[in-house]
């Protein structure tokens, strides 16, 4: 409260100030009360309420202060104080409620003045509408009264769907950037209680992305109750889990999206029958020639281009987001400069795209597309914009199909644009789209950036019904190449739900980064121990544990779980092969040529066998062996390794030049500094008899 009365004291702002006095006045004469010992039974309760009313003040001084620094934020600010609209809420509902009848009487007018009549009732609403998204979006924390008259416009029947989506969506951004218990508790309820899809998923969205852990456990406990009990709901988990990974997908746009771009378009352009011109796309014409000299040739075309389509369509079945390349650069259109136009649902009447539409209303093409096409919103508006301007361009036969219909590419308009995954994926990707392009993106908080996108690391969901799903995301995760975050959602485990899987993720995870998970001080051996207590018989554990006895040269802890292994597959090349290792690193050397010379023997053009055989060799001092072993791999795709370790075979043997030689292009390939030569195998060095003025005079001529 000082800190907040010095930084009031510094802003002409009385009314925050008489505030922060009436909290303070409240603060002390509860303390006064506490000092002359009183036990108030209801101290906890009024400390609380204190504290949000705290909470409160700075959340909207934060937001006034984010307006009074940007250029952006008061230009919109403004705008919204100097009208005239009635901002209450019972106003907002009567608007609505209008404007849905004033569409229905529309079916009643004459054709002459219907199309008039149509974009005027239009463009007065999605003025109104983007009016009030930006009011939403930029509005302070509400009262209790304010979230239930929002409620019952989100959930009556009587409004248009897609203006409640949108108002989902500004109740969003306005959470992300401050908490808001009745705004949070307000979306919960929507996604409870609604019956539309389309409103429920954009709920769901907007709930999730807006958790703040510190704020609900501290100042709303109630808002927690509500979300766990929430999730009792498996129905509700198996959401929370799908959104998690379109998340996911989304975030992976850009990366798809080179792909596509260096990988599959490439092929797909080289072997269709079209090239791009400055004049719009041209029909190639045919190659008589190459058809009677290669006759094989257009079938092998056309299995390519095939190849080329089914792995985007593979990618987009899986949920990647195959169209943001493209359509992202067509989000520079006047029309996205609205915020509101980002967010608004697809629809025909829209002011921006309504004559566009109108010129273009026999093409079925189009209306395929935008009816059964498998992008988002925005991507619609985009395709619409885009289409209107390069239709002239196309050759007369293509636009001649495509007004017919015959040009929709089938293959895309498989997928279900009904079922709740698609939706939300949908949504998720107006919402990349936004936060990725905007120009004034940066004044918003951004729900994909890496410290918010992953929700399911969030300790608020520890011990409660969606843990249990804990696992499925982290080996998604790992999938994905995406291990930090696989680490960080292992962590927010509780110990109960920690099984067999979760050990060996977590023993994984470990291993690649060098640090314990925070429930584990044991590290990768404590992980894969665990995972052995409830699956002593396990390959993959033993393997993961031995590995991780290996690393840490417990080599003789290591070499007792390989000869298990080996008692269940003796002829596994790999066992084989780690326990020769185990056995070689002991100075066990002939036990290890056992089994290397049976490999040899087996597989005499492995060179993984020849590789460990030649240093076994080298380390029992069988050099002449080990160098012709040696003169083999270095024919043959040599590894950097195997130069170094032949160096060593020649320097023990007394070649000193080609030791160094060989040294030295180790060196050149790697950018390795010259002291690795020793510090590799010093030991080994010292133990063959190597001495210190000869490892001195090695580096000398290296």
């Given at each position: 409260m000082s800190a907040m009365e010095i930084y009031l004291s510094k802003r002409n702002s009385q009314a925050d100030q008489d505030r922060l006095y009436a909290i303070s006045s409240d603060f002390e004469l509860?303390?006064?009360?506490?000092?002359?010992?009183?036990?108030?039974?209801?101290?906890?309760?009024?400390?609380?309420a204190l504290l949000r009313r705290l909470y409160v003040l700075y959340a909207n001084v934060s937001l006034n202060d984010a307006v009074g620094q940007s250029t952006f934020l008061s230009s919109v600010y403004t705008r919204l104080h100097i009208s005239a609209r009635d901002w209450s809420f019972p106003a907002l509902r009567d608007a609505l409620e209008t404007f849905v009848s004033e569409v229905a009487m529309l079916e009643l007018e004459p054709e002459h003045l219907r199309v008039d009549k149509t974009k005027k009732l239009y463009d007065s609403h999605h003025l109104m509408m983007s009016e009030w998204f930006d009011r939403l979006w930029l509005s302070a924390l509400w009262t209790d009264a304010q979230a239930s008259a929002m409620e019952e416009i989100l959930l009556s029947p009587t409004i248009e769907s897609r203006d409640q989506q949108l108002m989902v969506s500004a109740i969003t951004m306005a959470l992300l950037r401050s908490y808001d218990s009745a705004k949070f508790r307000t979306l919960l309820h929507v996604y409870r209680q609604t019956t539309d899809p389309y409103v429920s998923q954009r709920a769901l969205v907007g709930w999730t992305m807006a958790l703040k852990h510190e704020i609900i456990t501290s100042l709303y406990p109630e808002d927690l109750q509500e979300m766990e009990?929430?999730?009792?709901?498996?129905?509700?988990?198996?959401?929370?889990?799908?959104l998690q990974h379109q998340i996911y997908y989304c975030i992976n746009a850009e990366k798809d999206n080179r792909m596509i771009q260096e990988e599959i378009m490439p092929d797909l352009l080289q072997n269709s029958k079209?090239?791009?011109?400055?004049?719009?796309?041209?029909?190639?014409?045919?190659?008589?020639?190459?058809?009677?000299?290669?006759?094989?040739?257009e079938e092998r075309r056309m299995e390519q281009l095939e190849e080329g389509y089914q792995r985007m369509q593979n990618m987009q079945k899986q949920g990647s987001d195959i169209y943001f390349g493209g359509f992202s650069q067509m989000k520079r259109f006047p029309f996205f400069q609205e915020i509101v136009n980002w967010f608004v649902p697809y629809y025909q009447d829209h002011p921006g795209i309504a004559d566009a539409v109108r010129n273009l209303r026999n093409n079925r093409f189009l209306s395929a597309m935008m009816n059964m096409g498998p992008f988002c919103n925005s991507d619609k508006y985009s395709f619409?914009?885009?289409?209107?301007?390069?239709?002239?361009?196309?050759?007369?036969?293509?636009?001649?199909?495509?007004?017919?219909?015959?040009?929709?590419?089938?293959?895309?308009?498989?997928?279900?644009?009904?079922?709740?995954?698609?939706?939300?994926?949908?949504?998720l990707q107006d919402l990349y789209r936004f936060y990725r392009l905007y120009p004034y993106r940066s004044e918003f908080h951004n729900p994909f950036e890496p410290s918010s996108r992953l929700f399911f690391a969030n300790s608020i969901f520890q011990h409660t019904h969606l843990e249990p799903y804990f696992n499925d995301i982290a080996a998604f995760l790992i999938k994905q190449k995406r291990e930090k975050d696989a680490f960080c959602v292992l962590s927010n485990c509780g110990e109960a739900r920690r099984d067999f899987r979760f050990y060996m993720m977590a023993g994984y995870l470990t291993s690649k980064y060098g640090s314990p998970l925070a429930f584990s001080d044991e590290g990768v051996v404590g992980c894969y121990q665990k995972a052995l207590t409830l699956k002593p018989d396990d390959d993959k554990a033993m393997q993961g544990y031995a590995r991780a006895l290996f690393n840490e040269e417990r080599y003789e802890e290591a070499l007792e779980v390989y000869n298990k292994l080996l008692e269940q597959q003796p002829d596994?090349?790999?066992?084989?092969l780690n326990r020769a290792v185990c056995l070689t690193k002991m100075s066990r050397y002939q036990e290890a040529q056992k089994d290397l010379f049976r490999l040899n023997y087996e597989m005499p053009d492995d060179q993984q066998v020849n590789r460990v055989l030649a240093w076994t060799l080298t380390c029992d001092e069988k050099y002449e062996q080990a160098i012709k072993i040696y003169s083999q791999l270095l024919t043959d795709h040599p590894q950097h390794e195997d130069l170094l370790n032949y160096g060593y075979c020649l320097w023990l043997n007394g070649q000193v030049g080609d030791a160094a030689d060989c040294f030295h292009r180790y060196l050149k390939e790697t950018n390795a500094d010259p002291s690795v030569i020793l510090q590799n195998e010093l030991e080994l060095l010292t133990e063959k008899g190597i001495t210190e003025p000869e490892m001195q005079m090695m580096l000398y001529l290296l």
């Open positions: 509860m303390t006064g009360y506490w000092k002359r010992g009183f036990k108030d039974p209801q101290l906890p309760s009024l400390y609380t009990e929430l999730l009792e709901d498996k129905a509700v988990c198996q959401e929370l889990l799908e079209l090239k791009l011109t400055r004049n719009g796309v041209e029909e190639l014409e045919e190659d008589t020639l190459n058809d009677i000299l290669h006759p094989d040739e619409v914009l885009a289409f209107s301007q390069v239709i002239v361009r196309i050759p007369p036969e293509m636009r001649e199909m495509m007004e017919k219909g015959e040009a929709a590419i089938s293959e895309m308009n498989t997928e279900n644009t009904d079922n709740t995954a698609f939706i939300r994926r949908s949504y596994s090349k790999s066992y084989l």
